[in-house]
């Protein structure tokens, strides 16, 4: 954008216009400051990830709905467990 001297305009925020110098470098660093904020974010994510599987935490989804209640509703209804699991568009039974 800046090899062919064009410049972004807002009509709604004006300090958002690159039209300066000095307007251009505060975008920088705001661009500059999210980057980092997203990569510190990313690694305490990371950090609490491991701290939680080192305590012998799942970390899966909680599953809403078990073996032991897709067995009686297949019963109840007298077809078989994979019917079920069509039903509910999961493709095969609940994980839990």
């Known amino acids: 954008m800046a090899s ?6 807002s009509l709604g925020e004006p300090w958002t ?3 300066t110098s000095t ?13 980092v904020e997203r990569d510190l974010i990313r690694t305490r994510t990371a950090e ?3 701290r939680a599987v080192e305590q012998g935490k ?3 989804r909680v599953c809403r709905i078990t073996h032991s209640t897709v ?3 297949a019963r109840a209804q007298g077809s078989y467990r994979p019917d079920i699991a069509k039903v509910k568009k999961r493709g ?3 994980p839990c």
């Not at 307007?23 to 980057?35: E, I, K, S």
């Open 23 to 35: 307007r251009r470098l505060m975008l920088a660093v705001l661009g500059g400051l999210a980057d």
């Open 48 to 50: 609490g990830r491991a």
């Open 4 to 9: 062919q001297k064009t410049t972004f305009y």
């Open 92 to 94: 095969r039974h609940p």
């Open 71 to 73: 067995s009686r509703i």
């Open 17 to 19: 216009n690159t039209n």
């Open 58 to 60: 799942r970390m899966d």
